[in-house]
């Protein structure tokens, strides 16, 4: 009979002592627990630890019988780890990275947490013929194969559905190599010996029963000591789901991310810098990371990682900066033709600062036809300390007069960014548009000739300025209007009845609701819209008096045409110039509509704003009506119909305004391709003099070239204008028509291309609508200048 035979019915009779689980035998009836270290549970033996590659293998059957020995025996036959190493040295070597606690994890599990338990190895199955199975320990739930562990990094993988993922595991086992290698030297190296973490999990996999995902609450449950008391502890066993659950897919992708988290070294440098881009993106305060919350959360996700300091997260944002602007630069640098800019004025949150910023941001389009806006320059705007606490907490304060201010800010943008044979033109706001420091740059640049036609399309008035600037004019009447409305919501949110309706009409209404900082005009014309909708929800109940009514309405329509311009032309997606015009004609028309009204002080209202909107469409219809010429679907046909509505008999003089302009900036642009045929004609001439003419003699033969490439320039606008109009689409992009069309008109589509990219505001839509404008984090403001332009340049590169 064989030996394994021998002992298949050998049994180990413990009585427990006082001494501890290592005193608990009396008697070995077999020598293969020299081999293997028992482990008890209520005074009986469940599972044996193998002393050298410290498998555990199961002593109890499903039925809660022994299951002998003989597994014990083969396993021993097998055992990878036993060739060349005694249990003594294993267990005395104090220079092993593995050593083996006194109190061992599975004594500290309560005995019904191993139940259903059924670890066995690999030659227990015939099944396990393939080779893999060398470089493998079968893992057993409920009598079937669910897993396998590596016995080289103790990594467990599904086994239940296919052998071909370990073998692909076995050859990119990061421990194999080493195992191999120290098997051979007679050396044990770390990986050649599971480490404490990896047999804890070994030995917590009980908590894996029934193929199910099973939480093992202990807090209120007492761990047996070594003493054999019980104390209380508060320890949870998570399991992860069985195999047999996941399909093939889970299984890759837990595989893979597993594969990856064991393969991936951790990068504190790349921490730092996607830390620097969440701060900034987020517009949190830089001391954000010195917060004892912020740096606890962070070690509990990662203990090795060292938390920055605010001083590490500015100088990472700085070079953060410096990089993002190279590349910018580098593609504006590329670009043949110009770029418009904006000026707006941004201020701290909260009280009133001592000082404002200075924000410019470049709109062009891209070589792919593609509009773009980006902040190239954030500068000091005004600064004016009234005390001494400020000028110490605000570090601007201390900026001197020379190195602020709108010429500052601007010629130092055009120079840093190249930007002075590039400019087109400037879109401000008031208190930019308004200063002297702004002439002074249109005078340079004239003077310069940097901008077209004299800069007469230069220093444009932000529309979102001149909006707000109309409707305060009728502020009195329409404060009045508000009073109404105050009484009316109240009426309705009196009763939890009327109240749920009100909520309903606005829920249905599609329309934002303002925040609190929103301008005084946009909540009234909100309540405006939740009253409209309230009663043709509810037509039947009688809500206002019919005096109130005739005011109410007319006001409603009348905020409704200025809110909706605001809302496209300061939209959040970059609307092209030509869209401006109809916008802006809406308000007019609807002032025009409302100034016959019956009543007395809406009447008035309407009169005073229709003074101020035709004030500003004097100064503006020239660039207004340019950009419209240029979309092929209505070209300067629609604006001689435009033009006569708004101006009557002297429309002619205003078309013809608009003609002119038109052709004097189509003839610069064909000049500047002119500049390199002059260059071309000079270089002949001078040739032609070595063969004996004189240069002089042929500057008339120059002139006549230059005029009849002029006249064929100038007849490529004359076809565009007499061209047929294109189809009005919902879906029509004048961009990508002008791309298309490049070729037919290659100097026309430069000019477009230009044109279509001036912007008529200066603010987005959520600035343009608020009472605050926009605004940087007060934390932010105490920083230097140079550190605020790289936050909020870097923040909006980052969109």
């Known amino acids: 009979m064989d030996h394994l035979d021998e002992h298949d019915s050998d049994e180990m009779k413990a009585v427990p002592v006082s001494d501890g689980p290592a005193a608990r035998l009396r008697k070995k009836r077999s020598k293969i627990w020299d081999e293997y270290r028992p482990i008890f549970v209520d005074g009986a033996i469940q599972s044996a630890e193998c002393l050298y590659c410290h498998i555990h293998m199961s002593c109890r059957g499903a039925d809660g019988q022994s299951n002998g020995t003989s597994h014990l025996w083969r396993h021993q036959k097998i055992c990878r780890a036993k060739d060349g190493f005694g249990p003594s040295p294993l267990q005395q070597d104090a220079d092993l990275p593995y050593v083996v606690n006194e109190v061992d994890p599975v004594d500290q599990i309560l005995p019904d947490s191993l139940d259903d338990i059924n670890l066995v190895t690999r030659s227990e199955n015939s099944k396990f013929r393939s080779k893999v199975w060398k470089d493998f320990i079968p893992f057993y739930v409920g009598g079937r194969v669910q897993g396998a562990d590596c016995v080289h990094c103790h990594k467990r993988l599904s086994a239940d559905k296919g052998r071909s993922h370990l073998n692909r595991h076995t050859q990119t086992c990061p421990a194999r190599n080493g195992n191999s290698m120290s098997h051979q030297k007679g050396v044990l190296f770390q990986s050649s010996v599971p480490n404490f973490k990896s047999r804890l999990q070994d030995e917590l996999s009980p908590a894996l029963t029934n193929g199910k995902v099973q939480i093992a609450e ?19 066993i998570l399991a992860l789901p069985a195999m047999d ?36 993106s987020l517009g949190y305060p830089l001391s954000i990371v010195e917060h004892e919350e912020m740096r606890r959360f962070a070690k509990s996700l990662n203990p090795t990682f060292n938390m920055a300091s605010s001083i590490d997260i500015e100088e990472y944002s700085t070079l953060l900066f410096q990089k993002e602007k190279t590349d910018l630069k580098e593609k504006i640098a590329l670009l043949s033709h110009r770029i418009s800019l904006s000026a707006s004025v941004w201020a701290p949150q909260g009280a009133e600062a001592s000082v404002k910023y200075l924000c410019l941001a470049a709109h062009f389009i891209d070589s792919e036809w593609k509009l773009q806006r980006k902040i190239i320059k954030f500068g000091v705007f005004r600064s004016s300390p009234s005390s001494l606490e400020r000028m110490i907490h605000f570090k601007e304060a201390c900026v001197g007069d020379s190195d602020s201010g709108p010429f500052y800010v601007i010629q130092e943008a055009i120079r840093d960014w190249n930007l002075d044979q590039k400019h087109f033109s400037l879109t401000s706001v008031s208190a930019v548009r308004n200063n002297e420091d702004t002439s002074k740059v249109m005078e340079m640049l004239t003077q310069g000739k940097c901008i077209p036609i004299r800069g007469e399309l230069y220093n444009v008035a932000c529309v979102d300025d001149v909006l707000n600037s109309i409707v305060s004019k009728g502020q009195l009447v329409l404060h009045h209007v508000g009073n109404i409305l105050e009484k009316f919501i109240q009426a309705q949110m009196s009763s939890s009845l009327t109240r749920q309706q009100l909520l309903e009409v606005v829920a249905h209404m599609g329309l934002k609701c303002p925040q609190e900082d929103a301008k005084w005009w946009h909540k009234i014309y909100f309540r405006l819209e939740v009253f409209v909708h309230w009663k043709k929800a509810y037509p039947s109940e009688e809500l206002l008096s019919a005096e109130d009514t005739k005011i109410v309405e007319p006001a409603c329509r009348i905020l409704r045409a200025f809110y909706r311009a605001v809302e496209v032309i300061s939209g959040p997606v ?64 629609f604006i001689e119909f435009r033009l006569k509505r708004a101006f009557g008999t002297d429309a002619e ?3 013809s305004t608009v003609r002119d302009t038109i052709r004097e900036l189509f003839h610069e642009y064909c000049g500047s391709l002119e500049k390199s045929g002059v260059d071309t004609s000079t270089c002949e001439a001078r040739d032609v003099e070595f063969d004996g003419f004189d240069s002089d003699s042929l500057e008339d033969w ?32 004048i961009l990508n028509w002008w791309m298309s069309n490049s070729t037919k008109y290659p100097t026309l589509s430069i000019m477009a291309r230009d044109v279509l990219a001036m912007p008529a505001s200066a603010v987005n839509c959520e600035a343009a609508l608020s009472s605050e404008g926009n605004t940087i984090h007060k934390q932010w403001s105490t920083l230097s200048i140079k550190t605020i332009e790289a936050l909020v340049c870097t923040r909006d590169w980052m969109k």
Not at 607 to 623: G, H, I, R
Not at 705 to 732: C, H, I, M, W
Request: hydrophobic share 35%; net charge negative; glycine share 4%.
């Open 245 to 280: 659950e996941m399909n093939s897919t889970e299984q890759n992708m837990t595989s893979a991310q597993t594969a990856a988290g064991i393969s991936r070294k951790f990068d504190q440098e790349a921490s730092y810098q996607e830390l620097t881009k969440m701060i900034i």
């Open 218 to 236: 202990y807090a209120n449950k007492f761990l047996k000591g070594s003493s054999g008391d019980r104390s209380p502890a508060g320890h949870h």
């Open 574 to 637: 970059c609307s092209t110039a030509n869209i401006y015009f109809n916008e802006l004609w809406k308000v007019r028309t609807t002032l025009q509509e409302e100034a016959s009204s019956d009543h007395t002080e809406l009447a008035n209202m309407v009169w005073v704003m229709q003074e101020a909107f035709n004030e500003y469409w004097q100064n503006s219809y020239v660039w207004l009506s340019i950009p419209v010429v240029l979309d092929p679907r209505f070209k300067i046909t």
């Open 702 to 733: 120059d002139e006549h070239l230059n005029a009849q490439t002029r006249s064929q320039l100038l007849t490529e606008l004359d076809n565009y204008l007499e061209d047929g109009l294109v189809p009005r689409k919902d879906d029509f992009d």
């Open 653 to 655: 003089k205003y078309v």
